[in-house]
T-cell receptor
């Protein structure tokens, strides 16, 4: 089973700061997911990426397949970015439709 | 638009009660999942189903059972609720593509926060 580690566990930032959340995994994968969960809310998918970089507004996700590592960056952070960010990787073989999740990074952006 | 709904956002039950959590998806997805989410532990898979009437145990199935009688509906059952089952429960669904590939993007419901007293 893939082991997924996220860091940091908690992150507090001032509005406008550049934020980086890291995710590493132990077994090679076809793609990695970044998910967002606002307080009291459901989970939504931000990115699914298998190589390189993807950008959506102020959010940028990168992945290095060889190093088994991905980062989520938020530029010009805003209080509405406060949420839990979760990375997830699929299983292999027959279990490839299951996801293994990191424990999440709780981000708080202070005005 | 993709939609996964759960029967309740908040639920309070007493120890020993039988509890039903319902999940419905409108995307004709084959796969459905039940997770619980606890602080510091993240999302843990309880059960999943890849077809009607099919079910597989996840990482923490003890104390839970599931039912999938129709493709769109996946129910989680706590036969005799206990205080350690107080948690956030999340349902998800995904499309299973055959021919050697699997679509693993999951779509989540809003969650049910269950408190067992």
């Amino acid at each position: 089973k893939n082991e997924v580690e996220q860091s940091p566990q908690n992150l507090t930032a001032q509005e406008g700061e550049f934020i980086t959340i890291n995710c590493s995994y132990s077994v090679g994968i076809s793609a990695l997911h970044w998910l967002q969960q606002h307080p009291g809310g459901g989970i939504v998918s931000l990115f699914m990426l298998s190589s390189g970089k993807k950008k959506h507004g102020r959010l940028i996700a990168t992945i290095n397949i060889q190093e088994k590592h991905s980062s989520l960056h938020i530029t010009a952070s805003h209080p509405r970015d406060s949420a839990v960010y979760i990375c997830a990787v699929p299983g292999t073989g027959a279990g490839s439709y299951q996801l293994t999740f990191g424990k999440g990074t709780k981000l708080s952006v202070i005005p | 638009d993709v939609k996964v709904t759960q029967s309740s956002r908040y639920l309070v039950k007493r120890t020993g009660e039988k509890v039903f959590l319902e999940c419905v998806q409108d995307m004709d997805h084959e796969n459905m999942f039940w997770y619980r989410q606890d602080p510091g532990l993240g999302l843990r898979l309880i059960y999943f189903s890849y077809d009607v009437k099919m079910k597989e145990k996840g990482d923490i199935p003890e104390g839970y059972s599931v039912s999938r009688e129709k493709k769109e509906r996946f129910s989680l059952i706590l036969e005799s609720a206990s205080t350690n089952q107080t948690s956030m429960y999340l349902c998800a669904s995904s499309l299973f593509k055959r021919a050697g590939t699997a679509a693993h993007e999951q779509f989540f419901g809003p969650g049910t926060r269950l408190t067992v007293l």
